[in-house]
């Protein structure tokens, strides 16, 4: 069974930086691709990054919106996946959440809040 642990949100102010985390069981982590998104209170999910699998190389891919300050990145031989989060603003307020599709079937944790506010 898939599992997806997100951690290491937390309340923050503006220009802060935090570590996501995503801890994946469950499955041979380094063969898939792995996505990072997000939901902010009222609206609908939004995708932030994708890492791709061993196999492609670990090439990345990023949201306009947080291009040059957020960067994806994964641990194979620890199965972690992780999203580096800098000059944080107060829009990127959201419950952030690691996914992943294995056996044509997505899996989603359950996901790590971040606040941003002065």
């Known amino acids: 069974e898939v599992q997806l642990v997100e951690s290491g949100g937390g309340l923050v102010q503006p220009g802060a930086s935090l570590r996501l985390s995503c801890a994946a069981s469950g499955f041979i982590f380094g063969s898939y691709g792995m996505t990072w998104l997000r939901q902010a209170p009222g609206k609908g999910p939004e995708w932030v990054s994708t890492i791709s699998n061993l196999d492609t190389g670990g090439l990345t891919y990023y949201a306009d919106s947080i291009k040059g300050r957020f960067t994806i990145s994964r641990d194979n031989a620890n199965s972690i996946l992780y999203l580096q989060t800098n000059s944080l603003k107060p829009e990127d307020t959201a419950l952030y959440y690691c996914?992943?599709?294995?056996?044509?079937?997505?899996?989603r944790g359950q996901g790590t809040q971040v606040t941003v506010t002065s």
């Open positions: 996914s992943t599709i294995v056996g044509g079937r997505s899996s």
